[in-house]
């Protein structure tokens, strides 16, 4: 029989791609360079193909301290990648017909409100999921980022309209947690269940999730579980487990590698469980995965790429030719992906335990290219690189800041803290104190308790706040402005360097002056 040519081309790729698979022990040694290089303490990685798991281990350590190994089964919060489960949330109660993706939010939560009138009256069930509300990239985060905060969930609904948009509804991407937040409390009103519950009842226990839950306070048994790690001042340290229950809509779940590869199993079976249960139509699951807000896509890039953009809890692009779902995670201490290429029947799951990006990109790309056919392109060095120079680059800009700090103290032209202490309340963040203790003047939020840092002087109005808190990494300007008095009436923050995380949210804090 005369094979055509073009099933002899479809052959030989296919042949190609299986022969560039890696071998069990290349992934191991992939792993444990990239512990290595990136100085993360622990990883656990699984791979699905064709409906099986071929590869699932873990490598490292979970906690410094205690020096116990990671594997598979231990638990990690997979922080955002648990906004794909509140988008299937939601498309369960669309199926249930007790929702529509173009109701308007109001029509369910009659107190949402944004600054902008036009976003209030026409933001889309639907648009809570896209990150194109209008609000900037993280805007409002600081209500439950850092842990030790005391907004409730219902708090941060209603005190979103003080926070001022950036572009008009549905115009550009930004990032933002808080939506997410919304978004769970239209399935509490809907369902009768806390959010919590709806996940774990109605889709991780059909799933067979079966040592995942949807909070880290709903875990009883934390014996393996990560510890949180960071680098900070040139040091990996460990640090507490940090994540404010209000915001789990956005980022709460805790699973491990069997869980996370079930998660992927699902999916990639059109959302139909191993015991023949269809949670969700196939239809409206790839309605999850169809582009809502496009983001720029270079004419060069590693994996060919032309369109690239958010859907509804999931970021998808096309990479060599195929559609790929994605999204990563970041908690305080922890960085997760999670990677489905459904027409390859692959998916790709990499947890860690500490927060650098790098390590997760690294692994799933090598991974991902031995299924796409491509030569080792050498992802460690390249990401290497990239995390060297960009932690030079902000080491650089913080020692400067400081060695300014420290030409200020004698400085005579610097305001000085009689001028600037008091009370000063910012509109949805509430209110900051700046006052002296112990010969130190220091700056105290009065509803986040971890903002808490010393004030040290720096140019003429110009205060940087050092958080105690040293693995925040995120001390920022304080920037005054002064009455005909030349007393401080309000203040603004601005961060000393790029590397800190967008949800420390100061930049849309507009603090004004109330009491002496």
Partial sequence: ???????????????????????????????????????????????????????????????LQSKLPMNEKTLVGVASNSKGFTAFALAMLVEDGLVKWDDKVRDHLPEFRLQDAYATENMRIKDLLTHNSGLGLGAGDLMFFPEGNDFSAQEIVTNLKHIAPTSSLRSEFAYNNNMYIVAGEVIERLSGLSWEEFIEQRIMQPVGMKNSKAAYNRVSDKSNSIAAHTRTEGKVIQIPHDWSETANPAGGIMSNIPDMLTWAQFLMNNAQTKNGIQLLPAKQLHQLWQLQTPLPVSPKNDYNTHFFGYALGWFVKDVAGYKEVTHTGGLLGTVTQFTLIPELDLGIVVLTNQMNGNAFKTITNTIKDSYLGYKNRDWLTRYDKQNQDWLAKNDSIKRAVYHQVDLAQENPQIITPKQIIGEYKDNWMGTFKIYQDKGKLRIASFRSSQLVG?????????????????????????????????????????????????????????LKRIKD
């Fill in 1 to 63: 029989m005369k094979i055509s040519p073009y099933l002899l081309f479809l052959f030989m790729l296919c042949t190609a791609i299986s022969q560039a698979q890696l071998s069990e022990k290349q992934i191991d040694d992939l792993v444990k360079n990239t512990l290595t290089t990136f100085e993360v303490p622990g990883i656990s990685v699984g791979i699905v193909k064709d409906g099986k798991v071929v590869y699932a281990k873990g490598h490292g350590l979970r906690s």
């Fill in 454 to 510: 010393d004030l040290l002087p720096y140019s003429a109005a110009t205060y940087v706040a050092k958080w105690d808190n040293r693995s925040f990494d995120a001390d920022v300007f304080v920037i005054f402005s002064l009455d005909e008095n030349a007393i401080a009436q309000q203040a603004r923050m601005q961060y000393i360097a790029p590397i800190t995380d967008f949800s420390f949210d100061f930049g849309d804090l507009k």
